[in-house]
T-cell receptor, first 114, second 115 residues
Framework: DARVTQTPRDKVTEMGQEVTMRCQPI?????VFWYRQTMMQGLELLAY????????DSGMPKDRFSAEMPDATLATLKIQPSEPRDSAVYFC????????????FGPGTRLTVL | AQKVTQAQTEISVVEKEDVTLDCVYE???????LFWYKQPPSGELVFLIR??????QNEISGRYSWNFQKSTSSFNFTITASQVVDSAVYFC????????????FGTGTRLQVFP
């Protein structure tokens, strides 16, 4: 049963610290998405990649957030420095990148910035 | 602009009742895709169904059924004979077919099924 995996599942950190979240997409999927879920904003797309190249990062605060795909099996989302308003659940999703694609989500990383 | 509206914030039912979750969408695309996802208390997002805009056939999967009506821009989700395990937040989402992979999510409907 292929699944998207994310680590860590929970992260508590202090304001100003660097946070790195990792995602392993489903094998064979070439499109990877990062979403953030908060009570106020709901689910919002931060960025996504196809074949490891960034296609859209317009939803991501550029000054402190960065997303990369070092290889086809790993996507990272980094926040530096972190702020309390970054507290949220961060989801990674992957898909085949076709026009009829379905996005399959990982379990999420719950980030708390104190 | 694309938009998904789930007007029901929270619904409570007693086990074995039928319940319908509403989803209304807006898009100018002629081809688009609609989705439902389930988010149980554990937090993960579980894919339930994808529907293409050119396929208006209703779909049934066990106790779940979906009613897609282009005329009213609605894609409603019905759970028949609800069970406690159906308790979750349900999200409806929309994606256009051209030049975008972005999913537009509704705000979700929290369903509580009581024994």
């Amino acid at each position: 049963d292929a699944r998207v995996t994310q680590t860590p599942r929970d992260k508590v950190t202090e304001m100003g610290q660097e946070v790195t979240m990792r995602c392993q997409p489903i094998l064979g999927h070439n499109t990877v998405f990062w979403y953030r879920q908060t009570m106020m904003q709901g689910l919002e797309l931060l960025a996504y990649f196809r074949n490891r190249a960034p296609l859209d990062d317009s939803g991501m605060p550029k000054d402190r957030f960065s997303a990369e795909m070092p290889d086809a099996t790993l996507a990272t989302l980094k926040i530096q420095p972190s702020e309390p308003r970054d507290s949220a659940v961060y989801f990674c999703a992957s898909g085949l990148g076709t026009s009829t694609d379905t996005q399959y989500f990982g379990p999420g990383t719950r980030l708390t910035v104190l | 602009a694309q938009k998904v509206t789930q007007a029901q914030t929270e619904i409570s039912v007693v086990e074995k009742e039928d319940v319908t979750l509403d989803c209304v969408y807006e898009t100018r695309d002629t081809t688009y895709y609609l989705f439902w996802y389930k988010q149980p208390p554990s937090g993960e997002l579980v894919f339930l169904i994808r529907r293409n805009s050119f396929d208006e056939q209703n779909e049934i999967s066990g106790r779940y059924s979906w009613n897609f009506q282009k005329s009213t821009s609605s894609f409603n989700f019905t759970i028949t004979a609800s069970q406690v395990v159906d308790s979750a937040v349900y999200f409806c989402a929309l994606r256009g077919a051209y030049n975008t992979d972005k999913l537009i999510f509704g705000t979700g409907t929290r369903l509580q099924v009581f024994p």
